[in-house]
Structure formats: structure tokens, C-alpha cells
């Protein structure tokens, strides 16, 4: 069964850093492009970043524009979020999330491309 699993959500306060992680098992990661999106009950669901299988490409939509880095460890099959900065509006859950492209350079912002979705983790950033 393929499955992504994140984790590192928590409670934090205003300014602080955090890192998520999320794991992919039953599959190989390195076969995928990867974003992380963010959603709040009620709401639309976000674009927040993407990263390419060879790790060389990556892009990070508004919702956290330039305050969050995307990386990842093909041989621990994690993709990671690094947020810094972390404001209340970043209160929200996040989910990563797989898409099949065909070069290893490419990159996907576009949510109805992606197909396994991680059952989320809450950030709560308040003080």
C-alpha cells in the first residue's frame, strides 16, 4: 500500500522555524516530484512547494513566499518543508503530496496533478 505519512506539526510561536518531514512507504520517492500544500477547513487548498525528483528544480508559491525551503532525501524517502518566520496566518494543516512528471528537472504547482496525498499535519503557530 503506497502511503505518505507527515509529522513535525506542533505548536509554535510568531517567528519561530520548523521543519515537517513526510515519508513515502510502498513506493519509491525518487520516481516523484513532490509539493507540500496547506489547507484550512472551509477554505481553498494552497500551493506551497514543489521539488523536482533530482532535487535541482524547486518553487514555493505565495502562501509562504520566500520563508520556506523544500528538500529532500531520496534514500530516506522524505521530502521536508522548512519554514522560517512562521506568522498565525501559517495556522493551517499541511499535506504533501506525489505528481509523475517526466523529467527529472520538473516541477508541479498545479494540486489536480498530484495523485497520493499525506493525511496531513497540523501548524499551529500562536504565542
Known amino acids: 500500500q503506497v502511503q505518505l505519512v507527515e509529522s513535525g506539526g506542533g505548536l509554535v510561536q510568531p517567528g519561530d522555524s520548523l521543519t515537517l518531514s513526510c515519508t513515502l512507504s510502498?513506493?519509491?520517492?525518487?520516481?516523484?516530484?513532490m509539493g507540500w500544500f496547506r489547507q484550512t477547513p472551509g477554505k481553498e487548498r494552497l500551493f506551497v512547494a514543489t521539488?523536482?525528483?533530482?532535487?535541482?528544480?524547486?518553487n514555493d508559491g505565495d502562501s509562504v513566499k520566500d520563508r520556506c525551503t523544500i528538500s529532500r532525501d531520496n534514500a530516506k524517502n522524505t521530502v521536508y518543508l522548512r519554514m522560517n518566520s512562521l506568522k498565525p496566518v501559517d495556522t493551517t494543516v499541511y499535506y504533501c503530496?506525489?505528481?509523475?512528471?517526466?523529467?527529472?528537472?520538473?516541477?508541479?504547482?498545479?494540486?489536480?496533478?498530484?495523485?497520493?496525498w499525506g493525511q496531513g499535519t497540523q501548524v499551529t503557530v500562536s504565542s
Open positions: 521539488i523536482s525528483k533530482d532535487t535541482t528544480n524547486s
Open positions: 503530496a506525489t505528481v509523475q512528471t517526466y523529467y527529472g528537472i520538473s516541477i508541479e504547482n498545479r494540486q489536480n496533478e498530484y495523485e497520493v
Open positions: 510502498g513506493d519509491t520517492i525518487g520516481d516523484y516530484a
